[in-house]
């Protein structure tokens, strides 16, 4: 049997997620050296931490947009941003980097699931029952990490709001949900479907003397 | 399934072997193989048409219909 060539396309989505995956994996693996390093005397006070903000900042910060032909007057009323910890104790870092390794695990999972499936397809095992199954598992692991993302950004949220002080910046009540991964999540379990009906057609067509 | 594949006794009847239908059919042994065993979820029109004028019958020699026993 003549074996089709994949197009360009699924070869270099291949390509990617394998580097993704490389670069995942050494990312990892120095998350792990670090955790354990942190109950060494090796990291001191003095890291230099950003985490992303739980909620938008709500501000009023007038400005002026300038056009080609007009100016317009504007005003900044709601950003999100970064908190930069500087010289982060321990004690606050062994409570975050944890929690990144986790991110970093879930993310990691859900490429390797997907270098899985994108490799099935590219070798022309498309209308499977591995990728039926491959694309439902990155669906709940989607799920899984928005359910994590929700749960530690509302911890986040109650920890970092309530204590945070600034002059005129405050934290808006509302903190991003995330919900295009649910959006993902809800598509690839109805692509999952659709393989599934594809692969009854397959074998329809396979079993059609 | 309620329709029954008699390939095996058409073939017996004419005395000829799978191997030979299939080369005179021009359709592979893997093929015939899952018609003879009642595998085939369809059979086209060119296919019944091929094995009938080769084993000389109808294709009411070689479908059965039998109702499911419940």
């Not at chain 1, 479907?193 to 009854?200: P, V």
């Not at chain 2, 004419?14 to 018609?35: A, D, F, Q, Y």
């Amino acid at each position: 049997m003549e074996t089709r060539k994949a197009p360009l396309s699924i070869r270099i989505i291949y390509w990617s997620t394998n580097l993704v995956l490389g670069l995942l994996s050494l990312v990892f693996v120095a998350f792990i050296a670090f955790n354990i390093l942190l109950y060494t005397d090796i990291i001191g006070n003095d890291i230099q931490l950003h985490i992303q903000l739980p909620g938008k900042l709500d501000l009023n910060e007038t400005g002026v947009l300038n056009l080609t032909d007009q100016e317009v007057q504007v005003e900044l009323v709601e950003i999100s941003g970064k908190l930069h910890f500087i010289n982060t104790p321990t004690t606050i870092t062994k409570k975050i980097a944890p929690v990144i390794m986790v991110v970093i695990l879930i993310i990691g999972y859900l490429t390797y699931t997907f270098r899985t499936f994108i490799k099935n397809v590219k070798n022309g095992n498309v209308f499977t029952l591995t990728n039926i199954a491959l694309l439902k598992r990155i669906a709940y692991g989607l799920v899984g990490y928005w359910l994590f993302y929700i749960i530690y950004m509302s911890l986040m949220f109650r920890w970092i709001t309530q204590n945070l002080e600034f002059e005129s910046i405050r934290i808006s009540s509302e903190f991003s949900t995330e919900s295009w991964a649910l959006v993902i999540a809800l598509l690839l379990w109805v692509l999952a479907h659709i393989f599934k009906t594809g692969l009854e057609l397959k074998e329809e067509t396979e079993l059609t003397i | 399934m309620a329709v029954i594949v008699n390939l095996d006794v058409m073939l017996a009847k004419r005395k000829m072997s799978l191997t030979e239908l299939s080369e005179k059919v021009g359709i592979t042994m893997s093929n015939l193989s899952i018609l003879k065993k009642g595998k085939a979820k369809a059979i086209r029109f060119s296919t019944l048409d091929a094995i009938c004028e080769v084993l000389q019958c109808q294709p009411g020699d070689i479908l059965e219909y039998r109702p499911n026993e419940k």
